[in-house]
């Protein structure tokens, strides 16, 4: 070690802290390390490096820590989830519901959401059979995933998929609106369940729109894209006062094609108007059909069909039987005593002709 | 590297000392057990607990001698890392903080200056207690240099440094004990001439 590296101002203490490396270790001191160090070296090797114990305590607490917080937590999650509405940890169990639908695929948020409308059912009905009150709130986010349900089947998995949904709902609160008559929110609800269902064509008694279209020719119906307002006949069913009735025609029995317009069918020679001539007005007098000079309006006996008293009759051929399509003027050839075109095959415009009766 | 009283193949032990050679492992012992002791001595403030880290550097050094590759690291400086990993376990252990400012027991004083001649005890007791007024790190380069003999590329690497930082904080440090050791000269003048 030598001073000269150093500015000659320091020289004078680096002279002084190298005497600091004089010292030297008595030989019995140095023996006595070595026997140490050996004495360790070898404990060493008989036994593995063990960390110090403060390492592995701390390891020891934190994971100690770690399990236990995770336990509690899905300990917490899980009584949640059995958490109904107005239990304190129903909120957190709506939280996790709105983290799992936003950590979801978009693929799987449909299902998801679809599931957790299946289990806001069961949650009334847990409340139902404690016979605690069913929020209102709750009530009110069913209809609306309804809604939501109708507005796009498609979205949701299908109609089959949103049907079962809805009859699940609307089983809900049909046992809320029997255990708590006076809960007008839930009967409206339930109404509107139901209003949803019909609409969906999940009615047995109602078609669905694939089941419309191949009606066979001649067998009336609404033609697509025109309303049918009521067709059906007083006491028989039909659409609840001030609602559209989409279609009630049964399946099979009505409707004409789309995009055509309802001709006669009837095969030449088996009735109807003769090729080449207008089929006018045929019935004798007397026997049926509209008087010369009126409109043909009403000609359905009472009870079996027509226009309520009130009502504008847009349409009097009972469900089933053909009539005349909205819009057309009802001239009527139906033979005395008939009231109706005649079944395919057996009457009728021939194909081609227009019908003009 | 410390007193290097005899030339010696170092890298010839090592790797005696690797199969597990006592007497080679025993030379490398001998050779580096006064740097590593004063180097703890002066850092711990207490002979005993030098001595007990000094065993454990060198335990460490014939447990983990079988691992050691010379891959630009000399021996000393490795040996030096261990030592000064083992002083951080002990701080840690003793809740004592690095750059707490270290106070020399008085039987340290005794053990250093007890082996020297009287006439230097009054210089090693104010040396010692100037170094207690630098920091940690300034405390560390001066006693890696001067107590254990290294320079300043060794303790570059036994810092995880570079030797020209080294080499600024080492004349920072220099200039600062010279400061300190002018302070003691000068309250030593005054109370002389109180008392006269």
Redesign the interface.
């Given at each position: 070690?030598s001073t000269d590296e150093?500015?000659p101002?320091?020289a004078?203490?680096?002279s002084?802290?190298?005497?600091?490396?004089?010292?030297?270790?008595s030989a019995t001191?140095?023996q006595?390390?070595?026997q140490?160090?050996?004495?360790?070296?070898g404990a060493?090797?008989v036994m593995p490096?063990p960390r110090?114990r403060?390492t592995l305590a701390f390891w020891r607490v934190l994971t100690g820590v770690l399990v236990a917080f995770i336990l509690m937590f899905a300990w917490t999650v899980w009584v949640a989830a059995q958490s109904l509405p107005g239990d304190a940890l129903y909120p957190l169990a709506r939280g996790l519901e709105t983290a799992r639908l936003a950590l979801a695929p978009a693929a799987q948020r449909a299902s998801l959401e679809l599931q957790f409308l299946d289990r806001r059912a069961t949650e009334i009905r847990a409340l139902v059979e404690l016979g605690r009150p069913v929020p209102p709130e709750i009530i009110a986010e069913i209809v609306g995933g309804i809604e939501q349900l109708v507005s796009d089947p498609d979205a949701w998995g299908g109609e089959a998929v949103v049907a079962a949904c809805m009859a699940r709902q609307e089983e809900t609160l049909a046992l809320v609106v029997a255990r708590y008559p006076e809960y007008d929110t839930a009967a409206s609800a339930l109404e509107i369940v139901r209003m949803a269902q019909r609409n969906l064509h999940t009615d047995p008694l109602s078609p669905t729109p694939e089941e419309e279209y191949p009606t066979p020719p001649g067998q009336g119906g609404t033609p697509p894209g025109q309303e049918d307002k009521d067709i059906t006949p007083p006491g028989q069913g039909g659409t609840p006062p001030g609602q559209e009735d989409k279609d009630t025609t049964p399946p099979g029995q009505g409707g004409t094609p789309p995009g055509q317009e309802d001709k006669d069918t009837t095969p030449p020679g088996q009735g109807g108007t003769p090729p080449g001539q207008e089929d006018k007005d045929t019935t004798p007098p007397g026997q049926g059909g509209t008087p010369p000079g009126q409109e043909d309006k009403d000609t359905t006996p009472p009870g079996q069909g027509g226009t309520p008293p009130g009502q504008e009759d847009k349409d009097t051929t009972p469900p089933g039987q053909d009539g005349t399509p909205p819009g057309q003027e009802d001239k009527d050839t139906t033979p005395p005593g008939q009231g109706e075109d005649p079944p395919p095959g057996q009457g009728g415009t021939p194909p081609g002709q227009q019908k003009k009766d | 590297m410390g007193?290097q009283v005899q030339e010696f193949d170092e890298s010839a032990l090592i790797q005696r000392a690797k199969t597990g050679d006592r007497v080679a492992q025993?030379q490398l012992?001998?050779h580096y057990?006064?740097a590593v002791?004063?180097y703890m001595l002066?850092r711990t403030g207490n002979h005993q607990t030098a001595?007990?880290l000094?065993?454990?550097?060198?335990?460490?050094?014939?447990?983990a001698i079988e691992r050691y590759e010379d891959r630009g690291v000399p021996f000393g400086v490795w040996l030096f890392r261990i030592a000064r990993a083992r002083l951080v376990?002990h701080w840690r252990?003793n809740k004592r903080q690095q750059d707490q400012v270290i106070n020399f027991s008085d039987d340290v004083e005794e053990f250093?200056i007890g082996?020297?001649a009287p006439d230097?005890r009054h210089?090693?007791a104010d040396?010692i207690q100037a170094l207690g007024y630098l920091t940690a790190a300034e405390r560390e380069l001066?006693?890696l240099?001067?107590?254990?003999?290294m320079n300043n590329q060794d303790i570059a690497m036994v810092v995880h440094s570079n030797p020209n930082a080294v080499k600024s904080m080492m004349?920072r440090a220099?200039?600062k004990?010279?400061g300190i050791?002018s302070n003691q000269e000068q309250f030593y003048n005054d109370v002389e001439d109180d008392d006269e």
């Open positions: 070690m150093f500015d101002a320091i004078e203490v680096v002084r802290l190298e005497k600091l490396g004089q010292p030297a270790l001191a140095r006595r390390i070595w140490k160090a050996r004495g360790q070296a060493a090797a490096v110090s403060r | 007193p025993g012992y001998e057990v006064d002791y004063r002066y001595e007990d000094t065993a454990e550097v060198f335990s460490q050094m014939l447990t376990d252990l250093l082996t020297e230097l210089e090693y040396l001066i006693l240099r001067f107590a254990s003999g004349y220099l200039r004990l010279r050791l």
